[in-house]
Each structure stands twice: as structure tokens, then as C-alpha cells.
């Protein structure tokens, strides 16, 4: 990467569709460096594809996470939830004191605790995120809040890229639980309206059914609310299905019973699309 030291270089593990979407917006800007590594790269079939995106975007895939951190002044996680803690632990081997990691994964707040401790005993600062909507269209414009003790720096530089992000709290852990809340109401409503809108078909009674609920709902249209939910839960049931349970988990952290969000989890998972 460039050594010029007005260059801000930024390594983002994970190159899937967020990290391809964000590299998208910030292609071309000047005094900016990414560097990437994604597991994808040890997958044969699907290397050459990684390589090809991260190189139509001017971002340099790297051997390893190792490398790809390397001299970088902000390290952006985005994996997949089931995957946070061990990214962020496996990193902490590695970065240096001074270095910035923001981890953007939809993981519980005690997941992303334990993460920061993780990076703290290695002396690098760990600032979580939490991705407020869904990062397709927005790209680097989606709302996302941050938080810990460099969360306003991180902010601060990474707005000045076109990013949205509003630093919350110094703690780490607020800006996931607001994230996760939500996803109760977001994830679990999706696979409530695919359920519905698979039965009440099967009835033959699906006219009368959407009919009702906009009678409860007027500003709703439910057969177009319905059709694109059950698109999103096709193509991002797996991923969705992994943020509900820790959404699960936090719930049980605070004490709750978490079987409904668990329930919404095996309900995303049913939904989703087979991988190819």
C-alpha cells in the first residue's frame, strides 16, 4: 500500500456484498488506499471471482488478513455474525496499537464486548458498528452508529468519505443493542408475512387476507410488502437467520426468553435460497 502519509488506508476484511458496495462508493477518491482479504480467497472456485471484484474496484487483495491490515489506520469487519468474535480475536495477533477496528457485524452487544477485549489486551482500539438498514442501495450512506472511545474519530474520518455514521456512546454495546431491538421487529416481520402470504395463498385466500390487513394498516401495501420481503429472505435468510440468534443471545444476557427470536432465526433459514 501507499506510503504517502497523507493517505488514509483502510483494510476491509470481508469483500461480500457489503464490503463490494462500500468499495463501489469509495472508488476513485483521492488519498485513499484499500486493501482487502475475504476467506473467499482460499475457496478455488470462487478465488478468481473475489480477486476480479476487488481488482475492478481498485482495491488490493491481500494473502491474509495479516497482510491486508498491515499499515492500514482503520480495519473494517464485515463478516457475518457467527464470525465476529473470531475475526476480531484472530486480529488482535496482529494489529498494532494505534490502529482503528471497526466492526460492523450485526452481533450481540456481549458478543461485541468480548470482541473488544479481545483487541484491547493487543493495544488497538476496537469501535463497534451497527448497520441500521439494508446497505444495497444507501451504500456508504446507510445510517450506521457507532461506539467506544474512538467512535467519534472513526466518524469524523470516514464521513469525511461520504460515510453516514453517528457515534452514540463511548460504551461498547449500546449501538448493538439498538441495532438488535430493531431486528426483532424487522426480521420477525418478514418471516411472519413470507408464513402468511405461503398460507393464505395455499387457502386461496390471500386476497382477502391482504385486503384485511389494509383495512388495519392503510398506509401499508401488503402484497407488495409481502413479495419483496420474501425476496430479501431468500437471498439473506442465512445471514439474517445467524443476527437473529444473536439476537437471541442477547436477549438471554439480559434475561428474557429468547425463544421467539430463535424461532424467527429457523424461520429465516427456512426461507433462505440454497447456496451455490
Not at 452508529?145 to 469525511?160: D, H, I, Y
Not at 395455499?202 to 420474501?230: C, Y
Amino acid at each position: 500500500m501507499s506510503e504517502d502519509r497523507n493517505t488514509l488506508r483502510i483494510a476491509l476484511i470481508g469483500f461480500g456484498e457489503v464490503g463490494r458496495r462500500f468499495a463501489d462508493d469509495m472508488l476513485g477518491h483521492p488519498a485513499l488506499a484499500l486493501s482487502t482479504y475475504d476467506i473467499l480467497r482460499e475457496h478455488g472456485a470462487k478465488r478468481s471471482g473475489y480477486e476480479r471484484a476487488a481488482s475492478e474496484r481498485k482495491v488490493e487483495a491481500r494473502e491474509s488478513a495479516r497482510a491486508a491490515c498491515d499499515g492500514a489506520h482503520l480495519v473494517v469487519s464485515a463478516v457475518t455474525a457467527a464470525n465476529t468474535e473470531k475475526v476480531a480475536a484472530e486480529a488482535a495477533d496482529f494489529l498494532k496499537s494505534g490502529q482503528i477496528f471497526f466492526d460492523i457485524n450485526s452481533a450481540a452487544p456481549g458478543t461485541k464486548q468480548r470482541a473488544s477485549a479481545h483487541l484491547e489486551k493487543a493495544g488497538a482500539d476496537y469501535v463497534e458498528g451497527a448497520v441500521m438498514a439494508p446497505v444495497k442501495k444507501p451504500g456508504i450512506r446507510v445510517p450506521i452508529l457507532a461506539g467506544g472511545k474512538r467512535a467519534e474519530e472513526t466518524a469524523e474520518r470516514l464521513n469525511a468519505l461520504g460515510f453516514n455514521i453517528k457515534a452514540i456512546s463511548p460504551e461498547i454495546g449500546h449501538a448493538s443493542a439498538t441495532k438488535l431491538c430493531r431486528s426483532i421487529i424487522i426480521k420477525g416481520l418478514e418471516a411472519l408475512l413470507v408464513d402468511c402470504a405461503k398460507a393464505s395463498a395455499h387457502a386461496g385466500v390471500q386476497e382477502n387476507v391482504f385486503a384485511s390487513l389494509h383495512e388495519t394498516f392503510p398506509p401499508i401495501d401488503w402484497r407488495a410488502l409481502a413479495e419483496d420481503m420474501k425476496e430479501r429472505v431468500a437471498t439473506h435468510g442465512i445471514r439474517r437467520s445467524e443476527e437473529m440468534r444473536e439476537a437471541g443471545e442477547m436477549l438471554s444476557d439480559f434475561g428474557f426468553d429468547p425463544e421467539l427470536a430463535l424461532a424467527v432465526a429457523n424461520a429465516q433459514a427456512r426461507g433462505a435460497k440454497p447456496r451455490g
